[in-house]
């Protein structure tokens, strides 16, 4: 009889839903299948390098009495994000050890999995990474945990926010994540309707953003505009045409929703209202959609079978509407990935009338 294997699972950098689900299904199928030990590594590297551990499932235990805590938002583990955890490498590195270890499944974006595919290669451990990033910018997978929620809440937000910007004739500027990548922005943009997407990926000016609400009011009759933003997105091309509020190229400190609306009031000269939402955490909150409980639920599966036939050093990815591992070398290498400025689904969004940048 094979002895049985101790696993650990830790969710590291910035939260999202759809984590807890991520553990649920880890301890499940390693109890239910396996009849594996599953300890829950808590606040990520953080615990790593404390030695400290909470039991996820033992004999005796109730996996259903476990299941709505582990459907809500956020992550039941804790997480982190700061401090220079590669200084303390050999700390961790030892407690993996003490631990006794015989796998770890890590949840992350591409910076927490580097730094933890680092560690892995510096303690020989054996290493599976699951993609979680409301910027869904993980190379090799369709998508990743998190995103397909955050999608949804941006979109509920410009639902809402349509009411107030037609009674009152006013540009409503939505200010959302994405510092490297306008997945989020895109996605959400044409799904809500916006007239205007601002992403990293593609150059605009402020007065290719002025001539767009101009036609939306002559030619269509609309005295009301949503502009979706990524806080990523660089400074207008065309930043010294206008009284600029920061210095050409050099980001803005107010964030660059605002820097786009006091932009727009200036270079029409105070005659168009605008207001700006800047949407910040709320992104990352609320309980996760049924994508990605599903992505969530299946990606664990998957994690804990590669762990059973010892196939380590890779991420879950999702392709072609099934997981798929890659070698996480091969992923990493990729990421972050950004919005094609001549994909799909940026074609299709000019191809209904949105401005999404100057053309060449």
């Not at 390098?49 to 956020?74: A, Y």
């Not at 700390?91 to 730094?115: H, P």
Request: with cysteine; hydrophobic share 40%; charged share 15%.
């Amino acid at each position: 009889m094979k002895p049985q294997k101790r696993i650990g699972i830790l969710t590291s950098g910035g939260d999202c839903p759809g984590l807890n689900f991520v553990i649920r299904a880890v301890v499940r199928h390693a109890t239910l299948t396996y009849d594996w030990e599953v300890v829950g590594i808590p606040y990520a590297t953080q615990g790593l390098l404390e030695g400290k551990t909470m039991l996820l499932n033992c004999h005796g235990l109730d996996l259903h009495g476990i299941d709505p805590l582990l459907s809500l938002g956020g992550t039941i583990l804790g997480s982190i994000n700061k401090g220079d955890t590669l200084a303390q490498a050999s700390q961790i590195l030892a407690s993996y050890e003490k631990l006794g270890l015989d796998a770890l499944i890590a949840v992350g974006g591409d910076g927490s999995l580097m730094i933890l595919h680092e560690l892995a290669l510096q303690g020989n451990w054996n290493f599976v990474g699951i993609p979680k990033t409301i910027d869904n910018d993980v190379a090799q997978t369709v998508w990743s945990v998190g995103f397909d929620t955050a999608v949804n809440t941006v979109v509920d937000a410009l639902n809402r926010l349509i009411y107030t910007a037609a009674s009152h004739d006013r540009v409503m500027i939505v200010e959302v994540m994405g510092r490297k990548a306008g997945h989020l922005a895109l996605h959400s943009g044409i799904a809500g309707g916006a007239d205007c997407i601002i992403i990293p990926e593609i150059p605009y000016s402020i007065q290719g953003i002025c001539n767009h609400l101009a036609e939306l009011r002559n030619r269509w009759g609309h005295r009301f505009a949503i502009l979706v933003v990524a806080e990523g997105a660089k400074v207008a091309t065309d930043t010294k045409d206008c009284e600029n509020v920061c210095q050409p190229n050099q980001k803005p400190n107010c964030g660059m929703g605002q820097y786009i609306a006091d932009q727009i009031i200036r270079c029409t000269n105070n005659q168009i209202d605008v207001r700006t939402s800047v949407l910040g955490h709320i992104q990352r909150g609320g309980l996760p959609s049924a994508l990605d409980r599903l992505l969530a639920t299946a990606f664990g599966k998957v994690a804990v079978d590669m762990v059973a036939q010892e196939k380590y050093n890779c991420i879950v990815t999702w392709q072609n509407g099934q997981v798929v591992p890659m070698p996480i070398e091969e992923v990493l290498r990729q990421s972050p990935t950004g919005v094609d400025p001549n994909g799909y689904l940026v074609q299709t969004a000019r191809a209904l009338g949105v401005y999404l940048g100057d053309t060449q």
